[in-house]
T-cell receptor, first 113, second 115 residues
Framework: EAGVTQFPSHSVIEKGQTVTLRCDPI?????LYWYRRVMGKEIKFLLH????????ESGMPNNRFLAERTGGTYSTLKVQPAELEDSGVYFC???????????FGPGTRLTVL | AQSVSQHNHHVILSEAASLELGCNYS??????LFWYVQYPGQHLQLLLK??????LVKGIKGFEAEFIKSKFSFNLRKPSVQWSDTAEYFC?????????????FGKGTHLIIQP
């Protein structure tokens, strides 16, 4: 069984540019989560999808971040325009049922210069 | 709001030493508790979890953790560490009765095992 995959693994962009991160959850997992780890800090929850619906987006930092999950399969997280403080590692996780274990992807390391 | 505190940011041990990593959480209701590990170059993976029942839970690779409700703690233990246990360890909590859907993580503990 394939695990959670994320693309790209690394992205380096300049301040003001746009970046789109992609996450493919484990097949059949309705629950998809985005997290972010800024260097030196803890991993922080951003949002939670159940199928294509946003269940909880309480962790999204501001309106420069837009997450979508069309068709309830893969998800994208767009940052527009990117700021320096957006640098960090963005993790995606999925689970079959909300209460169950979350399986994490390898993360996308975003560097904003 | 939930929070998780991991007491040690860096721990260095020799092989065969015993390990205990501290984790305390702050949350007013019923919680689910987790320990995740990230080995160098690999994904975060679940070591063990506590939802209910026996407060002493056993996980993969010989790890165990004890939930002490009165102390809001969920410390991770292993009686004899190996070089392959070198990794970053994360304690996480999720409120089972409400609050944010996601996990709240501690800052992580870098564990280095010297051969």
């Amino acid at each position: 069984e394939a695990g959670v995959t994320q693309f790209p693994s690394h992205s380096v962009i300049e301040k003001g540019q746009t970046v789109t991160l992609r996450c493919d959850p484990i097949s059949g997992h309705d629950n998809l989560y985005w997290y972010r780890r800024v260097m030196g800090k803890e991993i922080k929850f951003l949002l939670h999808f159940v199928k294509e619906s946003k269940q909880d987006e309480s962790g999204m930092p501001n309106n420069r971040f837009l997450a979508e999950r069309t068709g309830g399969t893969y998800s994208t997280l767009k940052v527009q325009p990117a700021e320096l403080e957006d640098s960090g590692v963005y993790f995606c996780a999925s689970s079959q049922v909300w209460i169950q274990e979350q399986f994490f992807g390898p993360g996308t390391r975003l560097t904003v210069l | 709001a939930q929070s998780v505190s991991q007491h040690n940011h860096h721990v260095i041990l020799s092989e065969a030493a015993s390990l205990e990593l501290g984790c305390n959480y702050s949350y007013g209701g019923t919680v689910n508790l987790f320990w995740y590990v990230q080995y160098p170059g690999q994904h975060l993976q679940l070591l063990l979890k506590y939802f209910s029942g026996d407060p002493l839970v056993k996980g993969i690779k010989g790890f165990e953790a004890e939930f002490i409700k009165s102390k809001f703690s969920f410390n991770l233990r292993k009686p004899s560490v190996q070089w392959s246990d070198t990794a970053e360890y994360f304690c996480a909590v999720r409120g089972s009765g409400g609050g944010a859907d996601g996990l709240t993580f501690g800052k992580g503990t870098h564990l280095i095992i010297q051969p």
